[in-house]
């Protein structure tokens, strides 16, 4: 019986996809399904003619396979990969190798990983991206977790992932523990960013320049040729210029209200646990709470009335500032993603090649973008970079988009026009350039109403005082402490 190189758990879209990306290139995958119909299916419709083997229980899956045996779960994350593991850890030995590629939360792959090591057992948590195109026909795949089970998944891995133009693949090994998961999070939560930026410029657009869908597909099929050459910017100019049924644009007809499956939450909640500043991305996972409040909205609109006046200037001007402001907000975007990432390669000890990221983000997934090749460069230039603004590359982009973007903002404050993310990177970066904040009366104020002490700017960091500030209060202090 020929035996497979590696078993695939889940036969939904990403799974049947990958499987048949496998095959492809030349590696033979069984595959196992809880709806066992669904086996049968896949083997008679979408893998007819192929290699791959279809089994009918967890224990055929495994004596199907080559050791050390290699098993890819693409199941729904949380209790469902819990569920899997603790029946498939039976009938495994030590060596054996448990990935799960789906959009798990990066604390459960370490704790994973942990788990499965007191058993033998190694463990992958890896970050796949592309959605289903990427994974039939090249994602990128961010593996985390027991080191000693790379060597034995990076050829298919990388034979499968997306490559770049000298021929990389977009997949590297990233970290111990959930190392993997973590970056894939990050990568969510810039998708999110990424995708609420194009919403707002569409939006300013629409409302303040009142282009119709077709002129937007224009405008940004000409920004895609630009600095702004992207995934997300390529398939905007696409659906702004589809057309429903009866000849109008299919765009006008969605609804207003954004869903959400976590994983930006999950990216804001880690950068509040970690005290980084990651401003933009938690405004778009905000603004996605915001748009389903439609009913809400609706009557708000109604009562509080929300007239947008005409906007009077110069229309291609302010395409042209539009255009600045997106790419400058953007470049803040990656920015503090990278921040939240230096932090947890600093706190977990997982040492995150920062340019291998960008490199691995340059194809198959849904932020990859021309501009990662410069995040690569900087990185490569100074490993031990400490913030992309100070790049010499981007430092330079942001002075040059400067005015632009401070126009646009202006603009759509003036004209009512929501901006909360372009703004909210805005106020960032002139936050961060700024060598003093108004964080001392903060402090003041602190140790005014509860004794929480503060520093002097002429005495050593670390020391802290306290003021007696009414003459009743005292000398008993609270206790420091940083969140």
Known sequence: MTQADIGLIGLAVMGQNLV????????TVAVY???????????????????????????????TLKRPRRIMLMVKAGTPVDAT????????????????GGNSHYPDSTRRTKELAEKG????????????EGARFGPSIMPGGSPEAWPHVKPIFQSIAAKVADGSPCCDWVGEEGAGHFVKMVHNGIEYGDMQLIGEAYDLMHHALELSPDEMSTVFSEWNKSQLDSYLIEITADILAYKDADGTPLVDKILDAAGQKGT???TAVSALDAGIPLTLIGEAVFARALSALKEERVAAAATLGSPIPPYNGDKAAFIQDLQQALFASKIVS??????????????????????????????????????????????DADPSLANLLMAPFFKKQMMN??????????????????????????????GYRRERLPANLLQAQRDYF???????????????FHTNWTGQGGDITSTSYNA
Not at 414 to 427: D, E, K, R
Request: with cysteine; aromatic share 10%; glycine share 10%.
């Open 334 to 379: 990656y920015t503090q993603g990278y921040m939240l990432m230096r932090n947890a390669s600093q706190e977990f000890g997982w040492k995150l090649a920062y340019g291998n990221i960008a490199l691995m983000w340059r194809g198959g997934c849904i932020i990859r973008a021309t501009f990662l090749d410069d995040i690569k460069s900087a990185f």
């Open 33 to 63: 399904n809880r709806t066992i119909a669904k086996v049968d299916h896949f083997l008679a419709n979408e893998a007819k003619d192929t290699n791959v083997i279809g089994t009918h229980s967890l224990a055929e899956l495994v004596s």
């Open 401 to 430: 988009a400067e005015s632009a973007w401070r126009r646009v903002v202006g603009t759509a404050v003036t004209l009512g026009i929501p901006v909360p993310a372009m703004s909210s990177a805005l106020a960032f970066y002139d």
């Open 121 to 132: 057992i190694l463990f992958i948590g890896t970050g796949v991206s592309g959605g289903e």
């Open 85 to 100: 593991i603790a029946q498939l850890t039976p009938l495994l030995e030590p060596g054996d190798i448990i990935i799960d």
């Open 450 to 464: 509860g004794a929480h002490t503060y520093e002097r700017v002429d005495k050593p960091r670390g020391e802290f």
């Open 264 to 266: 930006g939450k999950w």
């Open 20 to 27: 048949l990306n496998m095959n492809d290139h030349g590696f």
